[in-house]
């Protein structure tokens, strides 16, 4: 396929990369870096799209998808399929699409889970929303980029799969984080604590494949002075997504409303910025009741 792909930063870069690898021919644009070897280096994201068969945006933010989508859809062609792979606002991913299905475009928007890691490894989940035939078109390009693809439903619908996920995620970070500065302080081990919660009901993701206690458990960021892994502000970007659309959405989502405030609190008035979303354990452990 001809690929167009805009937005070659951390994420953007390698999957371009292996798209080119597996045999596609792939223009790239970013603003601020070059393609990496193999991607063709685009002027614009306007000649990156240009004649593409489907185009690929991995940007910051739902303003930024939605302006670049006013450059490349009037020059994409009718059946051309517009991919947004980045983490916006359902708002922005629904708009997109119907402004791209109005030219004669498909659209789907499928943000992915996996990291920096699963971007270079090509192991990416990537959850869809849009047409059949959108998803359809594109799923051979997931299946190089990622190991997973979910089609959630119509357009949004991947978003909407992201944030909800990633809500979940946040809340029980912070209370996995809390419940070991609360062990500690009643003086039970943390290596005792990791081996009853992660066998017993208390069990979760964050507690068994990605411990936020030093040395306990499986190899983590944790382990690594809490360098990311996955950086508590993008942890801050998905649960603030979460909360505007539990807003538009009339949503009661107290759980997710307040670890938005702790992160908030975290990365932008304390030392969050920069560190795991994890190391809200040592945050935790050297407070007192407030
Ligand atoms: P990044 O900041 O490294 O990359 C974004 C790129 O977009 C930058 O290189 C920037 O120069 C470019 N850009 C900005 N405006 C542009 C424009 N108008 N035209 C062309 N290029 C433009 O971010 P990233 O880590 O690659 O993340 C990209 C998206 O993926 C985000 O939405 C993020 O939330 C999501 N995501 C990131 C991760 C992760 O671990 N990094 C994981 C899952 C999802």
Request: aromatic share 6%.
């Amino acid at each position: 396929m001809k690929i167009g792909f805009i937005g070659l930063g951390n994420m953007g870069a390698p999957m371009a990369l292996n798209l080119a690898k597996a045999g596609h021919d792939v223009a790239g644009f970013d603003l601020a870096n070059t393609p990496p070897d193999g991607v063709a280096a685009a002027t614009s994201a306007a000649q990156a799209a240009q004649g593409a068969d489907v185009v690929i945006t991995m940007l910051p933010n739902g303003a930024i998808l939605r302006s670049v989508a006013q450059e490349v859809i009037p020059v994409m062609g009718p059946g051309a399929v517009l991919l947004d792979c980045s983490t916006v606002d359902v708002a922005a991913a629904r708009d997109v699409a119907e402004i791209a299905e109005a030219a004669g475009c498909l659209a789907a928007d499928a943000p992915v889970s996996g990291g920096i890691g699963g971007a270079a490894a090509g192991t990416l989940t990537f959850m869809a929303g849009g047409s059949a035939a959108a998803f359809s078109k594109v799923s051979p390009l997931f299946d190089i980029m990622g190991q997973k693809a979910v089609h959630c439903g119509p357009s949004g619908n991947g978003q909407a799969a992201k944030i909800c996920n990633n809500m979940i995620l946040g809340v029980t970070m912070i209370g996995t984080c809390e419940a070991f500065a609360l062990a500690d302080k009643l003086g039970l081990d943390r290596q005792k604590m990791f081996d009853v919660v992660s066998t017993s009901s208390g069990y979760s993701w964050t507690m068994n494949a990605y411990c936020p206690a030093p040395g306990v458990g499986p190899q983590s960021p944790a382990d690594n002075n809490y360098q990311p892994g996955f950086a508590a502000e993008l942890m801050l970007k998905d649960l603030r997504l979460s909360q505007m659309a539990a807003e538009a959405a009339d949503a009661d989502t107290p759980m997710g409303e307040a670890a938005t405030q702790l992160y908030e609190t975290f990365v932008e008035n304390e030392d969050g910025l920069g560190k795991d979303f994890s190391a809200m354990l040592p945050r935790f452990a050297s407070r007192r009741r407030a």
